[in-house]
Every structure is written in structure tokens, then in C-alpha cells.
């Protein structure tokens, strides 16, 4: 067994009733009518004792149960080959460290999609953390690729146009968390994607709005949901080629940010299909039924057992970006207000032109605020530096008033440079 970044290891994972009847065709010729007959109620037997053990299990990140439709198997016609690649060539996760030593251990993800496959009867895993096990030879034998990375990975330019060009063919592709974190700076990657990882101001989560409840890939959480892990930011992101179905609720999260975040959304590719989420960043996600039941829905909707519609809806990032700079805004009027009446000006002018900048310009609006949150950034610290009971300075004082001054100019003028 080979260690470090050559280890890959392929896990058979069909459903145990599918073996089974492989064996006892084996042994019985002829018998395959009378072994699904009795696997039938074996099978129901075990399902009704695995939703009734895991029924009460607790959602410590999502604020639903898991939904009935995960609790139990759902067997296809078909079990699709999957690879998981959970190769790290820049910040490893420690969801995707496997135990040292131990000869064949896997990582949490790793184990945990192994296991949803076989729960779920809907797949087989191979797992591997050696992105050069991907080759066209390779492709052939794989209905999906589910990427867990960081990094620029050991694929060469034409390894990754023949993964596009499977893609098209009508396969599928699942990126979680990090595959934002992956070939940065390689258009063709990210494009294929959706988007690049930025930053992630959310380290412990945020409220989560779900853009469309009843789409397969999302249909497991509510409308609104608390969300206790670590969120991204990102960019190269184009909404006329995505349909987004998760976002970052701005009104009910912090730090606020004056447009759309993206959390999860989909994109057809060719006839092939890609299905991308934000969530998943730690152990805690990993180990949520409601979290599995998304991962699942996604991979099922990417390999079209599921319907649900890809057609992208920018107008819905549009409206999502406006309601978030308004709702940024409402944080900004007593500020707003403060500086107006330094500068003479009446607020209610100031406050009508910065809604209008809010609602109609985007760009505008985000120099704004970037402006006035620069200013208040260095009044809080140098009030902060004063002793109690110390003065400003008159320097101080005339530096806060140009800075507002400057502010209101930009709104009283109708522009934001």
C-alpha cells in the first residue's frame, strides 16, 4: 500500500442485498426469483430497524430531522461508480487526514460517503487522495468525480480537458467546500465550477436562506436555517451560468456583506451535470443526517435520478445582492446621519441618495460602503485610544470631519468615484 498523496483505495460498496443475491445465485441456480421474494422482506426488516435506530438521532447543525427519504435505502437499477478525490495540495482539512498507521484507514469523508453509498444503494466509492489516477482510461470506467481538494493538483492540462470532455458526455461532477479552494488560477477548472474561494468571514456559520425549497439537491432543509460551520465568500462567480440555491441570509448574519453570498448551486455541462456546495467544512457537518441527505440529493440530482432544474436565475442574485445592500445600509444610517449634520446637510437628503445608491447601483454602492466603513473603522480606533475623560485633538477632529465631509460629497453629488 502506497502512503502520502499515492494512497488510493478502491471500496466496493453495493448494497449488500445485491451481493447476496449474487452468491445465492451462485449456490442455487435458478433460485433468483425465490431469493428476492425473501430478500424483499429481509430488506424491509432491516430498514424499518434502521430509520427506528436512527430516527432520534440529533441534526446538531441543521434545524430539521433527517428527511424520511434518507433514512432509508433507495435502490437504483443501476449503482454508479464514483471516485472521491480528497487530495490536499494546499490547506489539508482534518476531515480528509486519514489515521496514521493504520493500513486502509480512511478519512471522515472518505467513510462517510463509502457509507451513503451503501446506505443509500445508489453508488460505489473509490477513494483516493492521487488526482493522477485521473485519465481518460480512467474516466471510462466512472459515472461521477466528487472533488474534496485544495490546491493545484497533480492534473495535467489534457488529463483535465478529458474530464471536460467526460463531463459533457453526460456525466457528473460534485465539488464540496474546498474544490473553490482548487486551480485558483486555472480559468478552465474554475469556470467548470462555478467560482474561486476568497476568504471565509463566517467561521462559525450563519443563517442560511434556501432559494428553492423544493429542488432535490436542497429539498432537506426549510426555508431558513441556522448554520453552525465555517461559510466562504467567493469569486469568479457568474450567476447567468449557475442556479443558486443556498445563500447567506445578510439581515439575520454577521458581518454583513452588500451582495449575494452563493452557498450551493448547480449548472448543466454539456449533457453532464455539476453540482457544487459550500457546506462540509468540519466534522460536526460531516456527521449531520440533514448534511449527508444534501450531499446524497446533490450527487443523486448530478447523475439525473433526481429532477430539478439548472437553468440559471440571476434575476434571483440580483434581488439577493439589492436586499443585501439595503439590509448592509440600515447598519449605516446613524453613521449616515452623524456625518450629514457634521457636514451641514439635511440626513433625510443623505439617507434618501444612499438607499437610492443601494437600490440601483451595485458597484456605487459598494465603494460606499467600503468608504464608510473605512471611516468609522478609524473613528472607533482612536476613540478607543483616548483616555477617560481625554480630548480629541483638534487634528483628530478635523480629520474625522473631512473624511464624513468627503462621504456626504459623494452622495450630494449623485457619484461615487
Not at 490547506?91 to 498507521?101: D, T, Y
Not at 463531463?167 to 469556470?191: C, M, N, Q
Not at 446637510?345 to 460606499?368: G, H, M, R, S
Request: net charge positive; with cysteine; aromatic share 8%.
Amino acid at each position: 500500500m502506497k502512503s502520502g498523496a499515492d494512497q488510493s483505495l478502491k471500496l466496493v460498496v453495493k448494497p449488500r442485498h445485491q451481493s447476496a443475491e449474487t452468491l445465492y445465485s451462485e449456490l442455487h441456480p435458478g433460485g433468483e426469483t425465490m431469493f428476492r421474494q425473501i430478500g424483499a422482506v429481509v430488506m424491509l426488516g432491516l430498514c424499518g430497524a434502521w430509520a427506528a435506530t436512527h430516527a432520534a438521532e440529533p441534526a446538531p447543525l441543521g434545524s430539521e430531522p433527517a428527511p424520511a427519504a434518507f433514512t432509508q435505502p433507495n435502490v437504483t437499477a443501476k449503482v454508479f461508480k464514483v471516485l472521491v478525490l480528497t487530495q490536499s495540495m494546499g490547506f489539508k482539512h482534518s476531515i480528509v487526514s486519514r489515521p496514521l498507521n493504520v493500513p486502509g484507514a480512511l478519512s471522515l469523508v472518505e467513510s462517510t460517503l463509502t457509507s451513503l453509498g451503501l446506505k443509500s444503494g445508489v453508488f460505489e466509492a473509490e477513494c483516493t487522495q492521487d488526482a493522477t489516477i485521473i485519465t481518460p482510461e480512467k474516466l471510462k470506467e466512472l459515472d461521477a468525480l466528487i472533488f474534496y481538494t485544495t490546491g493545484d493538483l497533480p492534473i495535467r492540462p489534457a488529463a483535465f480537458t478529458a474530464v471536460q470532455n467526460w463531463l459533457r458526455g453526460g456525466k457528473a461532477f460534485v465539488g464540496i467546500h474546498s474544490a473553490t479552494d482548487t486551480f485558483k488560477e486555472y480559468r478552465p477548472y474554475y469556470e467548470l465550477l462555478g467560482a474561486t474561494y476568497l476568504r471565509h468571514p463566517w467561521n462559525r456559520g450563519a443563517t442560511i436562506t434556501n432559494l428553492e425549497p423544493g429542488h432535490s439537491a436542497v429539498k432537506m432543509f426549510p426555508a431558513e436555517f441556522a448554520w453552525n460551520d465555517e461559510l466562504c465568500e467567493h469569486q469568479n462567480f457568474d450567476p447567468k451560468k449557475v442556479r443558486v440555491l443556498l445563500s447567506v441570509n445578510t439581515e439575520k448574519s454577521s458581518p454583513k456583506l452588500p451582495k449575494m453570498i452563493p452557498l450551493c448551486w448547480v449548472r448543466d455541462y454539456g449533457k453532464g451535470r455539476m453540482f457544487y456546495t459550500n457546506l462540509g467544512n468540519g466534522a460536526a457537518a460531516w456527521n449531520d443526517a440533514m448534511y449527508q441527505a444534501h450531499i446524497l440529493g446533490g450527487l443523486r440530482w448530478a447523475l439525473k435520478l433526481d429532477e430539478g432544474s439548472a437553468e440559471p436565475n440571476p434575476e434571483t442574485s440580483l434581488k439577493q445582492d439589492a436586499k443585501a445592500r439595503l439590509t448592509v445600509l440600515e447598519t449605516q444610517k446613524s453613521w449616515l446621519t452623524k456625518a450629514a449634520k457634521s457636514s451641514g446637510i439635511d440626513p433625510a437628503i443623505i439617507i434618501a441618495a444612499a438607499t437610492k445608491t443601494a437600490t440601483d447601483d451595485k458597484a456605487a454602492f459598494t465603494k460606499l460602503h467600503d468608504a464608510i466603513s473605512d471611516a468609522r473603522a478609524i473613528e472607533e480606533k482612536r476613540e478607543t485610544a483616548l483616555k477617560p475623560k481625554q480630548r480629541p485633538s483638534d487634528a483628530d477632529v478635523k480629520s474625522v470631519l473631512s473624511r464624513r465631509n468627503d462621504i456626504i460629497t459623494m452622495l450630494t453629488a449623485k457619484k461615487v468615484p
